[in-house]
């Protein structure tokens, strides 16, 4: 019959989708950049993608956790800058990191470490957790031992000191430690614990203090990066004490 119905084009159907897959995926990448140049100004609940304007594809949301109101640390450290996102963009070609590609370079390893964070904007300690640390270590660490103390004294030189603060960057790695190792008791992904009953509510502040603060430290070391136009930092050695202490 001349009226039969053409099967679907399953190919163009495909193409349909991974265009749409690229195109969500660049945005979200320069919508996380924003993250860097003016942390705190924006988020993204959700995105979607209309082709002829009919509804296709339902995109990933921006995590929105610089926004939480759970504090760090005191005395506004890390300090945080607001950077041109052509500064920004300037960078990240001179120093041919590819948002797109594997990372070359460590600093697209702490850009990549940030796209991973802003991923979701459910709240997971071992999602936020390891990235943020992820990224902090791909910018300060340099030798395989010691690791914590070169992160304390070498991130303190490149965003300066405040009162205590040796404690609460110690603190962090003591708690990634405690986390990494099952010396932490936990809630599961679903619970139906009161957030507002105070042992609960205190757990949730102790950890979202602990994460929040290893990704300030992340994007504040990432805007020094481009404030000083450099794809890394350098720095002397530090002379191993024990090897056995990491």
Not at 128 to 149: D, P
Request: without cysteine; hydrophobic residues 40%.
């Amino acid at each position: 019959s001349n009226h039969e119905s053409k099967p679907p084009d399953y190919s163009e159907l495909g193409n349909k989708w991974r265009n749409a897959d690229r195109f969500v995926y660049q945005a979200y990448y320069f919508l996380a950049l924003l993250q860097i140049a003016h942390p705190r100004m924006f988020y993204s609940e959700k995105m979607e993608v209309y082709i002829d304007d009919e509804f296709f594809y339902h995109g990933v949301s921006m995590s929105n956790f610089l926004f939480d109101p759970w504090e760090s640390h005191g005395n506004g450290w890390p300090k945080l800058h607001s950077i041109k996102m052509y500064d920004l963009w300037t960078w990240l070609v001179k120093y041919d990191i590819n948002l797109l590609e594997r990372s070359t370079s460590k600093a697209g390893r702490a850009i990549l470490a940030i796209l991973q964070i802003f991923s979701t904007k459910n709240f997971s300690v071992s999602h936020h957790l390891m990235w943020s640390m992820n990224g902090i270590e791909a910018i300060y660490k340099t030798q395989w031992f010691q690791v914590t103390r070169q992160v304390v004294e070498r991130s303190q030189l490149i965003l300066g000191t405040t009162e205590g603060l040796d404690k609460s960057l110690n603190n962090l790695y003591d708690f990634r430690s405690r986390y990494a190792h099952g010396e932490l008791d936990m809630y599961p992904i679903y619970h139906e614990a009161d957030i507002t009953i105070d042992p609960v509510n205190k757990y949730y502040r102790e950890v979202g203090s602990q994460i929040r603060l290893a990704i300030l430290v992340l994007v504040a070391s990432l805007q020094q990066l481009v404030i000083q136009d450099r794809s890394e930092f350098s720095f002397a050695p530090i002379r191993a004490k024990n090897k056995a202490n990491r």
